[in-house]
């Protein structure tokens, strides 16, 4: 047996032994009791009785161990000429500083601090400063409109929220104070203190005595130590995309994602204490929570946080300069990154000005990996190039081809086999499971190992019904797809109505909400379609209230503003179309998924408990996209 197959058996058997070993690699500062609690199905805690403080692990730890002296944090921003390097003691102190700054703030173990920041280093050292407090942080992507940040707000109930002047979107700079302002002014949530990180590109307006700036605040702040907090203690909230317009609050505990990160870093990537990894995301989403954050500093490594974008800033080799600049050893990225760079680049001539000998590995996820992206990576890299799949909920690798433990034969299109501790199976609507090679739900048979949701925040309810209840016994992805007679997994989209646009995670039920608070539209949906860049751009068909007289054009122009204004830029909804009407089953349930099959040019089977054929015959010119036979 392979050491991949071994160790997947045992974890799977024998769950409390296998993560009880993994857990030795984490500094606790009472050991837990049990490693696995599974005494309230379908809950299950990790390392309970146990005490740790998870920035302890990420920073003071190391310096204690002599990596004082060796850079934790590589920050590298083309858009405003900037590089700097923080060893680990640099870093602790920094962090300790800002802890302390926002003790004084009013900030205690189990608060929440909402840090809405773009990406420089102030957003790592805020998150691991209340870390270190026990204070529990909740990030929010920076490309998200005022009213999605207040909706998060009201959720967390924040005692302060850390922001900043400005973002810098490739040559623009993005004002994010406005942005706070006005989701303050939304939320019905009252929010006391926030600090402002003033950037030089733009200063920002405060409002006294709510806001402080950075600086001042951290001039004559004490720095504090590691608060101990219990292994199953919330570390952050993280929102993401659920089927309707509220998003789904993702919890993170401390014991369990500690251990299991630092399990995934040598097992998964191949990384170790030392070595330089590159996550080219941003910490508003999980892989810059996971990976550019706390599993390289759980580890020890050196984590590279990079202010730009694949392309543009300042050409389409800026990732191939940051790998050789920095000897980064492991990069991550999303697929759709790799089409930007393809597209600009298409034959690597910008690869050759670059020394990648110390790159040993691309990881690509947050996206299918289409194996076109998949060839031509691998082909200009000459290196390993290895698909992945996880989401927000489980916060790391739930099936990969685990680079550090045993590498298997690539299928192009497959992000591999389940990752141990992962019990994936795909089943059929009523349970059963699936023959190999059959399409049905990807689940994951309880318990899911340690490190992925123990819940949803404030609202165990939702949780179970989400996940839990359609397959009881199971956890429900959201993902469809098949696995093969050799166990590869095929991930092949979501069953349900969230959609991937340049690997970020949306609800169209958040876009839909917008457009139908519109007085003339009477009913909307909103699909993703494909793209060739983006994986998937939302696509809205809207259908006006009788008798409104509006110019369609002026509408989807009004229409798409709103989204752009109220769900964010990063929404992406260009093409709206006004329409007759909306196919429906008999029982008005919209056929959102036959209207994405023919707009992404697809032999769809017309649900035989659709209303009225005729008016999905009607919009397939409209659906059709241009370019399609
Ligand atoms: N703050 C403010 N605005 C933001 C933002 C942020 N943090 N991030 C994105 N936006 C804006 C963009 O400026 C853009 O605005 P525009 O419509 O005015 O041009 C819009 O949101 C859409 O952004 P994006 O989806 O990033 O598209 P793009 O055309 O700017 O860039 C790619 C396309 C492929 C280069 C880019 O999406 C990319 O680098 N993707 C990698 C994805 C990734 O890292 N995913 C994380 C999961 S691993
Ligand atoms: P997020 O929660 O933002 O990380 O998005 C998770 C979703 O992205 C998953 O449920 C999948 O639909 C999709 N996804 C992520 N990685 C992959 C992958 N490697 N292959 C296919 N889909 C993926």
Redesign the pocket.
């Known amino acids: 047996m392979g050491a991949y197959a071994a160790a997947y058996e045992r974890s799977i058997a024998d769950p409390t032994r296998f993560w009880g070993l993994a857990a030795r690699d984490i500094r606790w500062l009472v050991p837990p009791d049990r490693v696995l609690d599974d005494g309230a199905p379908p809950f299950y805690r990790w390392f309970t009785g146990g005490e740790l403080n998870t920035c302890d692990n990420a920073l003071d730890r190391h310096v204690e161990e002599g990596r004082g002296d060796q850079p934790a944090l590589i920050y590298d921003s083309p858009v405003t000429g900037t590089t700097a390097t923080y060893t680990y003691r640099e870093l602790t102190g920094l962090v300790a500083r800002f802890a302390g700054a926002l003790r004084e703030l009013g900030v205690e173990r189990g608060d929440r601090v909402v840090i809405y920041l773009?990406?420089i280093p102030e957003a790592l050292i805020a998150m691991l400063a209340c870390a270190r407090l026990g204070a529990v942080h909740s990030v929010v992507?920076?490309?998200f409109a005022a009213k999605e940040l207040a909706v998060r707000i009201d959720d967390a109930r924040p005692k302060a929220v850390v922001s900043a002047s400005c973002?810098i979107?490739?040559g623009?700079v993005?004002p994010y104070k406005p942005l706070l302002d006005a989701a303050l002014d939304l939320a019905t949530h009252k929010v006391d203190r926030c600090v402002i990180r003033q950037r030089p590109q733009l200063h920002a307006d405060l409002v006294r005595p709510r806001d402080v700036e950075w600086d001042e605040a951290v001039a004559h702040a004490q720095p504090a130590d590691c608060v101990p907090v219990a292994a199953t203690d919330p570390l952050y909230i993280l929102y993401t995309s659920g089927t309707t317009g509220r998003p789904k609050g993702v919890v993170r505990d401390n014991g369990g994602h500690a251990v299991a990160l630092r399990w995934s870093m040598e097992n998964i990537y191949g990384v170790g204490p030392g070595d330089v990894f590159w996550?080219?995301?941003?910490v508003?989403?999980v892989?810059?929570h996971s990976y550019i954050v706390y599993a390289p500093l759980l580890t020890g490594c050196t984590t590279v946080l990079y202010e730009g974008?694949?392309?543009?800033t300042p050409d389409a080799g800026a990732f191939w300069r940051v790998a050789a600049q920095h000897r980064v050893k492991a990069l991550?990225?999303?697929p759709?990154?790799i089409?930007?760079i393809k597209k600009e680049d298409p034959h690597g001539a910008l690869l050759a000005g670059y020394d990648l000998s110390a790159m040993d590995t691309l990881f690509l996820?947050?996206e299918r990996l289409d194996p076109g992206t998949y060839e031509w990576a691998a082909e200009m890299l000459g290196k390993p190039v290895i698909d992945h799949w996880w989401q927000t909920e489980s916060g790391w690798p739930m099936v990969a081809n685990l680079r550090g433990l045993e590498q298997m034969p690539v299928k192009a299109g497959s992000p591999t086999v389940a990752v141990p501790g992962y019990d994936v199976r795909v089943l059929n609507p009523d349970g059963t499971t699936a023959e190999p090679g059959t399409d049905g739900d990807i689940v994951v048979r309880l318990p899911l190992p340690p490190g992925t949701l123990p819940t949803l925040w404030k609202d165990d309810e939702r949780f179970v019904e989400s996940y839990l209840t359609r397959h009881p016994g199971h956890y429900l992805t959201g993902d469809g797809g098949h696995i093969d007679d050799e166990g590869y997994v095929w991930v092949m989209g979501r069953t349900d109505d969230v959609i991937n646009?340049?690997?970020?995670r949306l609800s169209t039920g958040t876009m839909e909400e917008v457009i139908s608070a519109h007085p003339a539209v009477a009913e909307c949906a909103v699909i993703g379609v494909h793209d060739p860049?983006?994986g998937q751009v939302p696509r809205g068909l809207v259908v006006l209230k009788s008798g409104v007289l509006a110019d369609p054009e002026e509408l989807c122009d009004e229409l798409v503003a709103m989204v752009?204004d109220q769900v964010?830029?990063?929404a992406?909804l260009k093409e709206v179309a006004v329409v007759q009407a909306l196919p429906k089953t008999r029982s008005g349930k919209i056929l959102r998924g036959t209207m994405r099959g023919i707009a992404d040019g697809e032999d769809v089977s017309v649900p035989s408990t659709i209303e009225d054929p005729g008016v999905l015959d009607a919009l397939r010119p409209v659906l059709r996209p241009p370019t399609a036979p």
């Open positions: 773009p990406m992507f920076g490309g973002g979107e490739g623009r993005v996550a080219a995301s941003d508003g989403w892989v810059g974008k694949p392309v543009g991550f990225t999303a759709t990154a089409r930007a996820a947050g646009v340049a690997g970020h860049l983006k752009r964010g830029p990063v992406s």
